[in-house]
Nanobody, 121 residues
Framework: QVQLVESGGGLVQPGGSLRLSCAASGSIFWFYAMGWYRQAPGKQRELVAVIRSGGSTNYADSVKGRFTISRDNAKNTVYLQMNNLKPEDTAVYSC???????????????WGQGTQVTVSS
């Protein structure tokens, strides 16, 4: 059983910063990629940022230059540093992992429970 737990969300004023964390636990053989998604009320879930096993990253156009995804392999943790936050960044942010639990198992897609980020004056 693989579990992803997000933390770091909260209420912040426009222009402020937050750092989200996603810690993975359980039987994990290999991480192929970990990413952050978000979903605002009335909107579709969208990919915010992803980091792959080789270290390459991708960002949504709306967050480029403001958000940074990083990882700590020793802690099985991925981070999302969010700077210069805007009201339109308000959403539930969820962690996603593309991983393999064992060499003989297929790759799988796992999700955390989500953490609320609210940007408001």
């Amino acid at each position: 059983q693989v579990q992803l737990v997000e933390s770091g969300g909260g209420l912040v004023q426009p222009g402020g910063s937050l750092r989200l964390s996603c810690a993975a636990s359980g039987s994990i053989f290999w991480f192929y990629a970990m990413g952050w998604y978000r979903q605002a009320p009335g909107k579709q879930r969208e990919l915010v940022a992803v980091i792959r096993s080789g270290g390459s990253t991708n960002y949504a156009d709306s967050v480029k230059g403001r958000f940074t995804i990083s990882r700590d392999n020793a802690k099985n943790t991925v981070y999302l540093q969010m700077n210069n936050l805007k009201p339109e960044d308000t959403a539930v942010y969820s962690c996603n992992a593309d991983l393999k639990t064992a060499i003989a198992q297929p790759r799988g897609d796992y999700w955390g429970q989500g953490t609320q980020v609210t940007v408001s004056s």
